[in-house]
């Protein structure tokens, strides 16, 4: 009897043993099915947060080129008064930097900073026409601008040492480097660096307050350090306050430390945004067509009468600064060259009666008294003068006499070797051919006529009866010629 209630008391405890054991395993399993549920969850939200912070920043760099090629761009294209820092497209609106100027608006004055340098503040929403862009952290956008691309104060002055110029050549001022710190996503050349940068800067470290005034509609304050950090010794929370200094952003990896997430926009796929604009190419048609009537002007105003159509030398190639007026002057006697700003030395031999000091694009020369120039044009050839060039036939130059003898083949100017004779021809460059491998970067590439014109158009016209080129816009040419007649009358683009 003893051992039978044994052997039951020993079944019930295993019993008791195997539901204990269960109850484990279930426990387990359910433990196990939960804290899967929670990392799928947890990665579910990370990746929610990502992919908002990435449809954030990409609305807003869409944000940016549409204001240049629309908002701004319609501004400068209609642009009447004379004003060269302001009157073309291709600048970006300043951050906003906070009080006193309203929230989500674009600095101006002196919270802008200084000419040509960079900035970096709040992405200006409310002057891109769009809400605040938050972040998966729910944090607002932060935003740098070159300050080559800053609309003002921009340092476009046209006869100063830091002059600048605003055309699809300008520089931006921003190296973005990959999470190494060492590979460029962007830069490492003036021609590859980004001219603006869209930051993301996630939650906030231990340490970043970020406490600001109620009623914002961002919250938050306006310091840098509060939202953006440093990885491998790159500062994303500081631009350089040197003019035309470059400054390195990084796209770092996510750490303890670190959570800035960014996107960038290139010099190219801004100007390829204001290219789109069918008002754009027609704006450098007439700036071309308008130089050379300018300068064909000058062979009906030399103190010898009708007879004397002698027109100006060209500007020098080599210039010790590109972005300044009047260093684009006649001084070396050059047949070809870019187109003169300057021609006193043309002077000296034709007697002109255009108005001292000399210059052509000015509001006080003859070419703007008579309706030739206006102040847009002035404004468009103080920022693209450098694409100018300009070629003179041997029989129209200022040392062949007082009496200008008629066109020969000898002596004047041809057109894809046709049979028709020119005075003259004015070129304007198109962009960089990249399979040409043209460089515009520095003050050597500028002074390289093969870094602008293509085919005939690069030969120096030492004779003066050279043949020059048009034709269709191909991978390896893009130059636009206007030609100045024998009679001083301009046509083109395409020559007859």
């Given at each position: ?118 900035l970096l503040g709040k992405l200006p929403w409310n002057t891109l026409g769009i809400e605040p ?147 754009f190419q027609v704006r450098l048609n007439s700036l071309t067509q308008r130089i050379a009537q ?203």
């Amino acid at each position: 009897m003893n051992g039978r209630r044994q052997f039951q008391s020993t079944v019930r405890a295993q019993r008791g043993i195997a539901l204990l054991i269960l109850l484990i395993l279930f426990g387990l399993t359910f433990a196990f099915i939960m804290v899967n549920a929670m990392n799928k969850s947890g990665s579910e939200l990370a990746l929610a947060r990502d992919q908002k912070t990435r449809a954030a920043l990409d609305m807003a760099k869409q944000a940016l080129l549409t204001y240049a090629a629309t908002s701004y761009a319609e501004s400068a294209m209609s642009s009447i008064s004379h004003s060269p820092n302001r009157g073309v497209p291709g600048y970006l609106p300043c951050p906003d930097m906070g009080p006193p100027g309203p929230e989500g608006q674009a600095a101006i004055g002196g919270p802008c900073g200084t000419a040509l340098v960079s900035l970096l503040g709040k992405l200006p929403w409310n002057t891109l026409g769009i809400e605040p862009l938050r972040d998966g952290s729910g944090e607002c956008l932060w935003y740098a601008v070159s300050g080559t691309y800053k609309v003002i104060p921009n340092g476009v002055t046209t006869n100063t040492a830091t002059s600048n110029m605003m055309n699809w050549d300008t520089p931006g001022l921003f190296d973005v480097m990959a999470a190494d710190g060492v590979s460029y996503l962007a830069g490492n050349s003036a021609s590859a660096r980004a001219v603006a940068v869209i930051l993301a800067p996630g939650s906030a470290f231990s340490g970043q307050s970020r406490a600001g005034p109620a009623g914002l509609s961002c919250g938050g304050n306006y310091i840098a350090t509060a939202y953006l950090e440093t990885a491998n010794s790159i500062n994303n929370s500081a631009v350089s306050g040197i003019a035309s200094a470059v400054t390195k952003f990084i796209a770092g990896q996510a750490s303890n430390s670190f959570n800035d997430s960014l996107v960038y926009i290139t010099r190219d796929e801004l100007w390829t945004a204001i290219k789109k604009r069918p008002d754009f190419q027609v704006r450098l048609n007439s700036l071309t067509q308008r130089i050379a009537q300018c300068i064909a002007e000058y062979g009906k105003h030399n103190s010898a009468g009708s007879s004397d159509m002698r027109l100006p030398w060209a500007g020098r190639m080599t210039l010790t600064n590109y972005s300044v007026d009047s260093q684009y002057d006649d001084a070396n006697s050059d047949p070809a060259g870019r187109a003169p700003y300057r021609v006193n030395t043309s002077d000296s031999a034709t007697v002109n009666t255009i108005v001292s000091p000399y210059y052509l694009p000015t509001t006080t020369s003859y070419c703007y008294t008579l309706g030739i120039l206006d102040d847009h044009d002035i404004n468009w050839y103080s920022n693209w003068k450098d694409h100018l060039f300009y070629g003179v036939a041997a029989n129209y130059r200022p040392s062949t006499g007082t009496t200008t003898a008629p066109c020969t083949s000898g002596s004047c100017l041809k057109i894809n070797a046709g049979a028709s004779l020119y005075a003259g021809v004015v070129i304007f460059a198109g962009e960089r051919l990249a399979s040409l491998n043209q460089m515009r970067d520095t003050d050597t590439d500028r002074a390289n006529i093969t870094n602008y014109l293509e085919g005939n158009n690069t030969s120096s016209n030492s004779s003066g009866n050279n043949s020059y080129q048009t034709g269709a816009v191909t991978s390896t040419f893009n130059d636009m010629v206007f030609c100045i007649q024998p009679a001083l009358n301009v046509v083109g683009p395409s020559c007859p």
